[in-house]
C-alpha cells in the first residue's frame, strides 16, 4: 500500500475495542508512513496502550482492522517486523543474573549472532554486554530493552512511556538515540509519553487519543493548535509550555 510513493507501515481502520462494558477505543482509523516518527499523547485511559498492544498483536482486534506492512500484527510479530518496548520495564525490580548480552538475545526466536551485535551497537551497550543486568541505572537498562526489541531486526519500533523512571540526562540520551534509528535506519519508531513537550519538539507527527482520536497533526501544528487539543484531550486548559532546561 502506498500514498505519494511512500508505503504505509501501520494502517488502523474503524478499529474500536471494549473491555467488559467500557469503551476503550472507539472508532479509530489513521495511516502511519514507513519512516516515519510519531508520538501518541491523550490521559490515562485514553486507550495508549490497549491501541499499542493491538497493533503488536498482544491482544486480539474486536472490531475494526490493522495492518502492519501489510500483514495482520500477529504475523507481523512472528516475522519480527515490530519491536516492543512495554511499559514500565525499565523499572521492572529484576532478580536474575542474566547479562546484558543474554536480555538483548532473548529478543530473537532464533539465535543470529550478526543482528544481536548489530542492536547492541545501535544502543551503545556492547560496552557492558557482559554486566548484569540488575546493576545497571535506570538509563543503561532502557538502552538494553531497545536493543532486546531491536534484535529482531524489526521495521517498526513502539515505545510506551520509555522514559518514566529515567532522569533528565538519560531522558536526553534517549532520545537522541531514537533520532539515530529514525535517521539512519530510516525505523518507524511510535512512542507513548507524558512529555508532551519533549515529544513535540522530537516527532514528525501526533496521535492524540482520548478513546477517540482526537486529533492527527505535524509537530508544528501543535505549537499553534495546542490549547484546544489539549483541551479535548484532557478536558482543561493545560498550556504547552516550553522548559528550555529539558533540552531534549
Avoid at 488502523?12 to 472507539?26: G, P, T
Avoid at 499523547?41 to 495508549?48: L, T, V, Y
Avoid at 532478580?95 to 549472532?113: H, K, M, N, Y
Avoid at 507527527?205 to 490549547?227: F, G
Wanted: hydrophobic share 35%; with cysteine.
Amino acid at each position: 500500500m502506498q500514498i505519494n510513493g511512500k508505503n504505509i507501515a501501520i494502517k488502523v481502520e474503524a478499529l474500536s475495542f471494549n473491555y467488559q462494558n467500557n469503551v476503550v477505543l472507539d472508532n479509530i482509523s489513521f495511516e502511519i508512513m514507513e519512516g516515519e516518527y510519531v508520538g501518541l499523547i491523550g490521559p490515562n485511559g485514553g486507550g495508549k496502550t490497549t491501541l499499542l498492544k493491538l497493533m503488536t498483536g498482544l491482544t486480539s482486534t474486536q472490531k475494526g482492522k490493522i495492518l502492519i506492512n501489510g500483514l495482520s500484527p500477529e504475523k507481523a510479530r512472528r516475522k519480527g517486523k515490530i519491536g516492543y518496548v512495554p511499559q514500565r520495564i525499565v523499572q521492572t525490580n529484576i532478580q536474575c543474573p542474566a547479562t546484558v548480552e543474554e536480555v538483548v538475545t532473548s529478543g530473537r526466536i532464533s539465535t543470529d549472532l550478526k543482528a544481536i551485535e548489530t542492536a547492541m551497537l545501535d544502543t551503545d551497550v556492547e560496552k557492558f554486554r557482559h554486566r548484569s543486568i540488575e546493576d545497571l541505572s535506570g538509563g543503561e537498562k532502557q538502552r538494553v530493552f531497545i536493543a532486546r526489541a531491536m534484535a529482531s531486526d524489526p521495521s517498526i519500533l513502539i515505545l510506551d512511556e520509555p522514559t518514566t523512571g529515567v532522569d533528565i540526562q538519560a531522558t536526553k540520551n534517549f532520545y537522541s538515540l531514537l533520532k539515530d534509528l529514525n535517521q539512519w535506519h530510516k525505523m518507524t519508531i511510535i512512542i507513548v509519553s507524558h512529555d508532551i513537550e519533549a515529544v513535540a519538539k522530537e516527532v514528525d507527527s501526533i496521535l492524540c487519543l482520548n478513546k477517540q482520536l482526537v486529533s492527527t497533526c505535524k509537530h508544528e501544528d501543535m505549537k499553534h493548535n495546542s490549547a484546544e487539543i489539549l483541551k479535548a484531550l484532557y478536558g482543561s486548559d493545560k498550556n504547552f509550555i516550553h522548559h528550555h532546561h529539558h533540552n531534549v
